[in-house]
């Protein structure tokens, strides 16, 4: 397999990382990587946090300089798009009326914002109404940000809650409405959702929990945001009610498919010449037992340098937890493992100091832990996944963590 063509429809961190791994691990044969916009594959992480407060420029989280793709015979189409895959012919179309033809072919599309699925969001294309998934549209967002900017930020997940932060940062007024009563409250219980509410309406965030949006309107050469709770005059909008998988390639190309792109533990497609990775794998995780999607940078990486072990014959398999992290004001926090809506919640510390760490429980089992303003710790709390500890002993803060 050293010798094979790989292609790569993608131009995120999956991707790159996918690229990165096949040279290091010795792979000779040609590698090309198609990606849609006209950037080198980035990290997308900052885009809702340091880019967009302006403290981070593009260069820091690009994942190789433009010399590393020449230096390691990797062939860049950037700006195109995979338009078709020929299964038969193992050839993929592109949008430019060029072709490339692949023995293995790996498909690293990732996600696009959530319009408001099959009846797009009324004024989402309004001038001032802003999404975020890519670079250029957060370049786009950070220049209207300002101390006199009003921000209305429609959705109240891991987005919506970073860039009501981000642009605090640039002093702009920021109004959040959230369909939720305790935002994020579903994933992480209400102690959590309420410490993050609490957060945010310290820092002068305006968030209108239990508030449907029922569209955007122009009036008088400004925007309205029309809600449940009236009607709010805005500058800007951000729409963030999620993101959907870019699936349709390989949809079309007759692979399996549901929420995202069914693959098996090792990342292989109903046709085993494809892999699917990022955020449209929904794959077998051998630990957990069942398909998941799962939308974060860590598993990009992850997943990236498995489809590497993949194509080049070894045998690894999808088998760790998932993780991910955010930063909003002073919060920051990593959450590892796969907790269900139905689980029980320990915490261990005091939230009132903002220094403290949570476990979720199943039948006594520890499903999943976050760690908020405490570092350092997390390999030790991917470690405790899966046994079965007293919550006593897990709230004692007197019992190291290590002994768990």
Known sequence: MGQDSIVIVGGGLAAATTVNELREQGHTGTISLIGQEQELPYERPPLSKGYLQGNDKLEDFTVNPASWYQ???????????????DRE???????DGSTVDYDQLVLATG?????????????????????LRTVEQARALRETLSEDTQLAVIGSGWIGMEVAASARSRGARVTVYSPDEVPLAKVFGDRFGHHLLELHQRNGVDVRTSTRVDSIQETDGHLEVVSSAGTSRADVVLLAIGAVPNIELAHEAGLKTERGVIVDASLRSSDPKILAIGDIAEAFNTSLRRQLRVEHWDNAIRQGK???????????????????????FDLGMEYVGYSAPEDISVVRGDT???????????????????????????????GVLGKSIDQERLTDQSVDLAEL
Do not use: C
């Open 89 to 95: 012919n193992q050839q993929v179309s592109l949008s």
């Open 306 to 328: 498995l489809a590497a072990a993949t194509l080049l014959g070894q045998d690894q398999n999808y088998d760790w937890a998932p993780y991910f992290f955010t930063d909003q």
């Open 71 to 85: 230096e390691h015979n990797v062939q860049l189409h950037l700006g195109v798009r995979a338009e078709k895959i």
């Open 352 to 382: 009132e100091t903002g220094e403290f760490i949570v476990f979720w429980l199943s039948e006594g089992k520890v499903t999943a832990a976050m760690n908020v303003n405490i570092w350092d710790v997390n390999d030790t709390l991917r």
């Open 111 to 131: 996600a696009r914002p959530n319009l408001g699925g099959k009846q797009p969001f009324e004024g989402h294309d309004l001038p001032g109404v802003h999404l």
